[in-house]
DNA sequence: GTCTATATCTTGATAGAC
DNA sequence: GTCTATCAAGATATAGAC
């Protein structure tokens, strides 16, 4: 079937993309990983651009069902959070691959200004989840210490990539969990 | 003078890759910003992977003597907490450049063994030098809510080197002041 | 120290057969 | 949809003259 080596592909390019960042992998590395040749590729995805296009939007949908799912799932503030900062946990396969987000964001000059305005726009419905998780926290009382959700759901996504980054630096996960601490401790 | 070139290379090869990634540029680019060409900079610097290592090296000690400045000049744990992320603040150049470490970590696979280590070597020594910092603000009574100037440590560096990467994603310093307007409202 | 010239490899992309 | 064949452009690196 076509649309299972479109998937391949985008699950391929995803891995890659987040383990080496984008300038970090070629059509090259994909035709081998999924099993045809690199030109085929091209059939599908017309340029790098337009892949990266694809890969940021099923990223995009993911990830907000997943924060809807978590919303639905648990039912204070920080049962939510905690299963959030789970969800960044997970995602960083032993510190060997980052959020597809952060990952683009420092290749950002290879990057198409569709892509850019894709990243801006996932970071925007994270940090509107978030707000919605501090301010139950914060009416149920299941979050200590928070006086201003918004400004707090800023610092809450620049720590959570941030510890994405540091525990690729040292290829441990026991990194993101020593910078989650502090946070984790306060629900 | 010979050792003028050589800052000269390692001066453009740092703004490029906090600008662009370590994949982001290439010896072409260098040798067209310096006046050289390409070939030249194989005298200064025979492989990219010597480059990247002297890019670090030189990188780690300016920013340790910063921070012995930073801690000598202020006398509070809380002024001093305020300058480093002002030092942050100020080397994100509007959005347009991340810290070196933070830029390079994405690039990993294309980094050498050496480099990985002399960024662990970077990490742990701002991890020290921010837990100096807060074990002053914690006994001078500078900086409010310090429960564990260890692991407190750790967040902040993430905290620090997470918020270059978003406020690159946006462009914009702002984006960066709000994610550190917490953390400052406790100095 | 810097140059020209060159080697070798990899990149993303296209044309056209099947 | 996938293939072979090919392209032009870019990369890092080396040899040897000056």
Redesign the pocket.
């Known amino acids: 079937?076509?649309?299972?080596?479109?998937t391949a592909l985008l699950d391929v390019a995803e891995h890659a993309a987040r383990a080496r960042g984008f300038?970090g992998?070629?059509?090259?590395?994909l035709?081998e990983a999924v099993?045809?040749?690199?030109?085929?590729?091209?059939?599908?995805?017309?340029?790098?651009?337009?892949?990266s296009a694809a890969l940021m939007d099923r990223y995009s949908l993911t990830l907000e069902a997943e924060c809807n799912r978590i919303r639905v799932e648990h039912k204070t503030g920080a049962e939510q959070l905690l299963a959030l900062i789970d969800l960044y946990r997970d995602a960083l396969n032993d510190g060997k691959t980052l959020c597809l987000c952060v990952s683009l964001i420092s290749s950002r000059e290879s990057l198409s200004d569709d892509v850019i305005q894709k990243i801006r726009k996932f970071r925007a419905m994270m940090v509107a989840q978030i707000e919605e998780i501090l301010k139950l926290g914060q009416e149920d009382k299941s979050i200590t210490g928070i006086t201003d959700p918004i400004s707090e759901s800023r610092a809450i996504l620049a720590l959570l990539e941030g510890a994405h980054l540091t525990a690729r630096a040292e290829e441990n996960v026991n990194t993101f969990d020593e910078a989650l601490g502090v946070l984790k401790s306060r629900c």
């Open positions: 079937m076509t649309s299972d080596t479109k300038d992998f070629s059509y090259a590395d035709a099993g045809i040749r690199k030109a085929s590729i091209h059939y599908h995805f017309p340029t790098k651009a337009a892949l």
